[in-house]
């Protein structure tokens, strides 16, 4: 007697709206947690063309008799899930039953199989059943989808790119392996090896196999239990951010879930750590009694609601937030020296011990200089060591000639004072101003920006000593897809080891004092790209750069540097936003004014 059984009509109903096979990923998805559920510990998946031309998944499971191999084709068929919440007990993974003979349907399958008696290979074309004979496997399970929707067309069509299709299945196995450590997953496409667990329980491990060592040196283990509820898991240091918010894994008893409470909560312990557009990567396990949850599926999700879920956002939080105050406690004295170092891309003899600390804090810190000056080359208002007097007055007087010639949008305004650091109040015969420094700087270097991008010169700087960075598999996918981009715009990049490149050379216009974060800031664009359009990704660059490099809130400037500022302000082709749609200047007209102090009535 096989161990499968139909399911309920009611059961099967819910899980087919979830189970439509339209990518890859769903196939690979199905073919996985078929080899979770038969207790494998090692499940192998071999792609050849991101999976549109063939997948294979082998696992050395319980693998099926010859009733069950040719009932894994039939609609309703299931093992052992009764309802939903049977998911959350351990070893119930799968919905078996539905999408595979959905996959049967539009590819051709060969499935061989065996429980350790006798082994069976069945074939099937476009849900045809072709044959059934005796294979030679000994134990566990090994099914080949070959040309996926070859009989329908117009599906076949809808497939992303094998690129976006690759990532999409790198993300979805990384998700499983972090699920999993236990088992040893190896995802290898057109021979090249993505990611290969070693299944021995370790999730640093798995972690470090799916983002690099670097990044998990800068993991923190978090644990934490109440009456209801036991968290694990791995937090990131807050320099670790990313611009998704797909590395936030959240797995409920084994299993990986979406629940946008609890992402939000681990977001929210993040604020004021890092930027609010960046994600920490967190790995979060929870064990809870199936009891405390409630299923919900998606087409393309899981979604679960957690009774007591205060007590749970309590918990996380306090287990996250205690971490992260503590690695606050380093003295920001180091922060200098990092930034100093980063600057000047010189590594310093002793750096090799502190390496480690020194990088942890480069991004947790604003480093705010005090003392501002004009490099009319690059950008408006940088720091001050960064260029000598003489070549900023020359080149000022030029660029006035410049400026004057163009026709202004508004009047010229005199600076007067500024408030909390931040605010310029000016005037003129028109009435008063008062002026978001940091938005009329961003403005100005916004557009500078977009010249430099838009005019094609690809000059670029080599660097005395190349950056290496290392990328989770699956962002690497997507940069070599997109690094065309990178090399149109003067990068000279390297591959260099799994997961690496090596920037040689950047374009000229970089600013100085921040190469590397600003290469990281492009890079990330470049990754969140989907469907490059030229100019809105010059956009994106110049607004990010210009944000990262203009002096913000709280920085003190001179009397003159104001005058500078509003002068140059005055002449950019939009004087009146920051390239994030923020107001630069707010006005008081005389007759404003006089109406407020009622010096005039009506
Ligand atoms: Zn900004
Ligand atoms: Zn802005």
């Known amino acids: 007697m096989g ?10 109903n819910k899980i087919a709206a979830g189970e439509v096979v339209e990518k890859t990923m769903n196939v690979v ?13 090692e499940i192998k998946i071999e792609l050849l063309d991101s999976g549109i031309k063939e997948i294979i998944v082998t696992d050395d499971g319980i693998g099926m008799d010859k009733d069950d191999a040719i009932l894994a084709f039939s609609r309703h068929a299931t093992s052992k899930l009764k309802t939903l919440e049977d998911l959350f007990y351990i070893n119930s993974l799968g919905f078996r039953g539905e999408a595979l003979p959905s996959i049967a349907a539009v590819s051709h399958v060969n499935l061989k199989t065996s429980d350790g008696n006798i082994g069976t290979e069945v074939e099937i074309d476009g849900g045809n ?16 989808v070959k040309n996926l929707f070859f009989n329908t067309p117009v599906r076949l069509k809808y497939l992303k790119n094998p690129y976006t299709e690759l990532a999409n299945i790198v993300d979805y196995v990384n998700k499983m392996a972090l699920s999993f450590p236990n088992i040893r997953f190896l995802l290898i496409n057109n021979e090249k090896i993505l990611l290969n667990t070693d299944g021995k329980g370790n999730l640093l491990k798995v972690i470090s196999n799916i983002y690099g060592i670097d990044l998990a040196k800068k993991m923190i283990p978090i644990v934490g239990e109440n009456d209801d509820y036991e968290i694990n898991g791995y937090i990131s240091y807050p320099e670790c951010a990313r611009t998704s918010k797909n590395n ?3 797995l409920v008893n084994g299993r990986a879930i979406k629940n946008s409470e609890v992402s939000k909560i681990i977001i929210d312990c993040y604020h004021t750590y890092i930027p609010e557009s960046k994600f920490p990567i967190v790995i979060l396990n929870i064990n809870v009694d199936p009891i405390l949850i409630d299923v919900n599926i998606h087409p393309t999700k899981m979604d679960i609601k957690f009774s007591k879920i205060d007590t749970l956002k309590d918990l996380i939080s306090s287990a996250i937030k205690n971490k992260l105050e503590n690695i606050n406690l380093i003295p920001e004295i180091k922060n200098s020296i990092s ?25 947790n810190f604003d480093i705010k200089p005090v003392e501002y000056s004009l490099d009319l080359d690059s950008t408006y208002i940088v720091k001050d060591s960064d260029k000598t007097n003489e070549c900023v007055e020359l080149k000022n007087k030029q660029e006035e000639t410049y400026l004057s010639t163009k026709e202004s949008k508004i009047k010229k305004m005199y600076p007067v004072g500024v408030v909390h650091a931040t605010y310029i109040i000016a005037e003129n015969e028109d009435g008063m101003f008062v002026i978001d420094q940091h938005a009329a700087a961003e403005r100005i270097n916004y557009e500078k920006y977009l010249e430099k991008l838009g005019n094609n010169d690809n ?16 962002d690497f996918i997507i940069l070599k897809e997109n690094l065309y981009i990178l090399l149109n715009m003067g990068f000279i990049i390297e591959e260099f080891g799994i997961n690496t490149i090596l920037i040689r050379s950047h374009p000229y216009w970089l600013p100085s004092y921040a190469i590397e974060e600003s290469i990281k800031k492009i890079i990330d664009i470049v990754i969140l790209t989907e469907n490059f359009d030229k100019y ?3 956009e994106k660059v110049a607004a990010t750069l210009a944000c990262k490099i203009s002096i913000k809130a709280n920085d003190r400037i001179t009397l003159t540097d104001m005058e500078d500022l509003l002068e140059r302000l005055r002449n950019t082709k939009n004087p009146f936003t920051c390239p994030h749609g923020r107001p630069t200047i707010i006005t008081y007209s005389n007759y404003e004014l006089e109406k407020l102090f009622k010096r005039v009535m009506n």
């Open 3 to 12: 161990k499968i059984e139909l399911m309920s009509e009611d059961l099967a």
């Open 29 to 41: 998805k199905e073919l996985v947690e078929n080899s979770i559920d038969a207790k494998s510990s």
């Open 129 to 144: 059943l072709q044959e059934i004979k005796y294979s030679d496997l000994k134990k566990g399970t090994r099914i080949t």
């Open 248 to 250: 936030i894994v959240i």
């Open 339 to 363: 930034m100093y170092n980063k600057y000047n891309n010189i590594p310093k003899e002793n750096d090799k011990d502190n390496t480690w600390m020194l990088n942890n804090n480069i991004n």
């Open 459 to 474: 000059t670029n700087i080599e660097l005395l000593i190349p950056i290496k960075l290392e990328f989770s598999n699956k």
């Open 536 to 538: 809105k990704f010059i």
